[in-house]
């Protein structure tokens, strides 16, 4: 008989994770001779400890194919790391009693970098354990760090929304740079890259001559250099744009979000890093400023996903169901660019021993020479993950995004601690 | 001969600005026996003042017609009140001196509230100074604050954006709630009134059943009241989301986000608003919080644009000259709201003398019983300007906005002195 999948979001959710959702889910109801039912673990891999299991086939095929325009993860995330084998056996030995109880014979883990490495312990359940399960890994990340593949689902969407958003608003200070606003500051995810900080880079282009400032997590903060480099450019276009990831920091790993600067009222400054690089200018450099900190926005904005990211989101969940069905275990799809012009990727494999807890950083090469823009082999490297827009269709004006009705698993287990 | 018309643009700029400066091109070529060239005042009424005019008849048709589709003020816009008559004879004897160089007989200018008091001001050249102009003003303003008009264009844009952005971090953070972030705080503008975080209720409707609570400028800021329904929220959905106005304030009028700092007109510089909230809610209830602050780019978000707002900043224009033309001095053209369901509306007339200097406040029949939320009355008002989407066009997975050559005309006056 079919044995049934688990599949659960975990980490930091994005505006295509639930595309990923739908692939994994569509591919799983195109074979159901190989696949029961898939069992989505309510708020990630807790859900498959406490055995709290959702049953997708209770969902009909429009909500599930509504996922894929949908942002957020639709059956809840977490921030949960499995321990060592080791370290914590009873973690394990629950796992497979939940996925014994439940006939469950694949796992499907969607998530980042920690995920990958939960994803990798239950691969070796298998062999360690004797529970015979495929374990693969589906690629989800803003930060865009996971190893071997190309890109990370996830990753093209903000990239787009941080450009597209950087231009509107340079044009804007534009307008106002006369008797008003000179700076703008955006301040970006990505605390240990900065891929989402380079996407800013784009909001310039042959046909936008946009100034634009980049502090990257890459490059220790000089702030002389920093107010030269800005004086420079409102010289030359009166205004100024500046893109700061959350992980820039001073030469001593403080992050600048860390300044501790007080108010009119003597009350300490509380917010991020934008807000301190915006007034540190004005301090030297007398400009008026405004600044804007995009925070999960920028994450959740399907509504100016790259097709391109949705795509890929998709195919990783497809790719990932198939390799479960052609006998994989331990891997995790991944993206192959062949291309750049014209873009051109296929799907490819990576075995999970070299994925988890490998961080992939920014090449130093597509960082600029002076610190603070981006080269043109990142330009190549980014334009075409954020090709293409995917509109969510929209009603009385907004959205129409699913909520799935994520009826339960009756329970056949005795509850377990956390 | 036909007169050349001067237009500009003031204040603030919005996503569709640009559509009304569209509007009002496109029709006075289309006109070009009654009206010459439209000079456009660079950087606002100081292009006026100091002779730095544009001549817009070196744009193509194409280039024009693509103002429709960006965000921002193509000729710069400025922070600039004209004084009264009486207190700066100087300036008006200036732009009379202006005026009569390049023979212009049409005065559109493009703005708000404090614009339209200079509108007016230039308005009454004819009588009290024996020029004959014929001054219009096109509504703009993101704050939806011009009394007559029904709404203001710009304000539609900055509601989808508003309430889309929070939907969509709504969802995010609804998945991350059971290990990670319960709340997430989105600060919006609207210094005096809560038309924009009004918005932010759009987020949730039958289908949305999400958490939202409100901060307007309208209702004095009761800590105590504020942590006891952010709690129930989260008791009942686990997560809430928090949509703060600049505006809102303490009692004693102090902003929630006062910085000490204050712009060009002395008004205290805002922006802050959210991490004062979300850290004051992590002190009393515990709760993790995420914060974003949209500033500039929930007006410069001509991605997301309303359709209804882009059509009625057009029509704005388009009404504008056609009133001119027919002879009407010191009016703004209105949008007057014919029936709500099925939407409809229709151009109206206001005299500038009953428009400048008013400010329209929400009704307080907008804002629900315990001062959190927006009742039915006003979600019936903010619906339909929302409603339809007005994609720009995209090259390379970016938006493709235009910017104009914008060609100076020759000057033949002195220069002269702000």
Redesign the interface.
Known sequence: MAKNAFYA?SG??T?VINASACGVIETARQHSDKIGKVYAGR??I?GALTEDLIDTSKESDAAIAALRH?????F?????KLKSLEDNKREYERLIEVFKAHDIGYFFYNGGGDSADTCYKVSQLSEKMGYPVQAVHVPKTVDNDLPITDNCPGFGSVA?YI???T???S??????????TKI?V?EVMGRHAGWIAAAGG?AA?A???IPVVILFPEVEFDQAKFFAEVKAKVDKYDYCSVVVSEGAHWPDGRFLAEQGTR???GHA????A??VVANMI?DELGY?F????????Q??????A?K?DVDQAYAMGKAGVEMALAGDNSIMPAIVRTSNNPYAWEVGKAPLSEVANVEKMMPAEFISENGFGITEACREYL?PL????D?PP?E??????V?LKNEGVPRKLDPFEL
Chains 1, 2 share one sequence.
């Not at 949908?70 to 639709?74: M, R, Y």
């Not at 400054?269 to 991020?272: D, E, H, R, S, V």
């Not at 954020?386 to 827009?389: F, L, R, V």
């Open positions: 979001q930091g959710v505006a708020n990630g807790i949908t942002p957020s993860g639709a809840g995330s977490c921030r949960f787009k450009a597209v958003s231009r509107e608003a044009y804007d200070v534009r307008s106002m740079a006369k008797t008003s703008f955006i784009l282009d046909e936008n001559d108010d009119a009222f400054q509380l917010g991020g934008a807000p004005k008026k405004h600044w804007a900190v995009a925070d999960y926005m994450r959740a904005a399907r509504h100016i790259s391109t334009v954020i090709q293409g827009e509109y929209y009385n004006g907004m959205p129409k995004y909520t």
